[in-house]
Nanobody, 118 residues
Framework: QVQLVESGGGLVQPGGSLRLSCAASGSIFSINAMGWYRQAPGKERELVATISSGGDTRYADSVKGRFTIGRDNAKHTVYLQMDNLKPEDTAVYYC????????????WGQGTQVTVSS
């Protein structure tokens, strides 16, 4: 059984930083794209950033220049470094990964709360 476990959320003041981590575990043959999404209260879930198995990255316009996505393929882990955080970044952040484990499918983490407030 494949699982994604996130960590690193919390409360931070505007202008501060947080680093999210998401580790995949279980019977994994390979991992393709990994990414982060977020959902604020009353809003739909939206893409934050993705990274391919080869390291190509894509960001939402709202986070470009402030957030950095990275991955460690040996550890089956994806990271999201968030700098210069703004109140509008407040949301539940979800990890997503496209994993080949017997068959290919997308998996989601349980979500981690990020709150940006003074």
């Amino acid at each position: 059984q494949v699982q994604l476990v996130e960590s690193g959320g919390g409360l931070v003041q505007p202008g501060g930083s947080l680093r999210l981590s998401c580790a995949a575990s279980g019977s994994i043959f390979s991992i393709n794209a990994m990414g982060w999404y977020r959902q604020a209260p009353g809003k739909e879930r939206e893409l934050v950033a993705t990274i391919s198995s080869g390291g190509d990255t894509r960001y939402a316009d709202s986070v470009k220049g402030r957030f950095t996505i990275g991955r460690d393929n040996a550890k089956h882990t994806v990271y999201l470094q968030m700098d210069n955080l703004k109140p509008e970044d407040t949301a539940v952040y979800y990890c997503n990964a496209n994993i080949l484990s017997g068959f290919n499918r997308n998996y989601w983490g349980q979500g981690t709360q990020v709150t940006v407030s003074s």
